[in-house]
């Protein structure tokens, strides 16, 4: 509850959050936008 009471600040923990969520959602990107562009042309190595 705490949690939810207290002001929204910029902490080293927060910041370390949402940069793993940032890095996550890039590496999520490059892992499947290259994927699918793949598929109409040739097939990648390693799939």
């Known amino acids: 509850m705490s949690d939810l ?3 929204l ?3 080293p923990e ?3 959050n949402q940069q793993k969520t ?3 959602l890039k590496h ?3 892992v499947s ?3 699918l562009a793949g598929m109409k042309k040739a097939p990648r190595k390693g799939l």
């Open 5 to 7: 009471q207290a002001p």
């Open 28 to 30: 999520q990107a490059q």
């Open 14 to 16: 927060g910041f370390s």
């Open 33 to 35: 936008f290259p994927a």
């Open 22 to 24: 940032q890095n996550y």
């Open 9 to 11: 600040k910029v902490t």
